[in-house]
């Protein structure tokens, strides 16, 4: 993961800052432009505590 933040709780708002601030369509293209697989970014999240949900475009805590 080239880019993004490795921490996940600064991960986690940084991508769900630019989901919701419209930069990308779906988590899948945000995943595409930094050149990161969504399953690694949603494992990566849900050892924290964290899920994503499609229907809102953001990960929330469990």
């Known amino acids: 993961m080239n880019s993004i933040p490795k921490d996940p709780n600064i ?15 779906s988590l899948e293209d945000f995943c595409a432009s930094k050149d990161v697989s969504p399953e690694e970014i949603k494992s990566k999240l849900s050892a924290v505590g964290y899920v994503y949900e499609e229907a809102i475009k953001q990960f929330r805590p469990l």
Do not use: A, G
């Open 11 to 25: 991960l986690f708002s940084y991508i769900n800052m630019m989901l919701r601030d419209d930069e990308y369509e």
